[in-house]
């Protein structure tokens, strides 16, 4: 069994920076892909940003330049780092660690931008 703990989340004003941590505990065998995903009122639930295996990140158009993720193998960590960020990055934010056979959740965190 695997657990994600989110933290970070919160309430910024435009232009502002947050930096998102998403702990990994129990036993973890093998990761494919970990990844945030984003889901604003009332909206689905979307990729904002990923690493999968070999190194190979992805982010959506929308936070291109703007966000970064990283990790940190030896605390099986993983971070979103949001720079610039405005009231459309509004939502709450899932952790996700996908091991190929199946997935795993955090349980969100939420982030507010004020304009």
């Known amino acids: 069994q695997v657990q994600l703990v989110e933290s970070g989340g919160g309430l910024v004003q435009s232009g502002g920076s947050l930096r998102l941590s998403c702990a990994a505990s129990?036993?973890?065998?093998?990761?494919?892909?970990q990844g945030w995903y984003r889901q604003a009122p009332g909206k689905g639930r979307g990729l904002v940003a990923s690493?999968?295996?070999?190194?190979?990140?992805t982010y959506v158009d929308s936070v291109e330049g703007r966000f970064t993720i990283s990790r940190d193998n030896a605390k099986n960590t993983i971070y979103l780092q949001m720079d610039s960020l405005q009231p459309e990055d509004t939502g709450v934010y899932f952790c996700?660690?996908?091991?190929?056979?199946?997935?795993?959740w955090g349980q969100g965190t939420q982030v507010t931008v004020s304009v």
């Open positions: 129990g036993d973890i065998f093998a990761i494919y892909k």
């Open positions: 996700n660690l996908d091991y190929g056979l199946g997935e795993y």
């Open positions: 690493w999968r295996i070999g190194g190979t990140t």
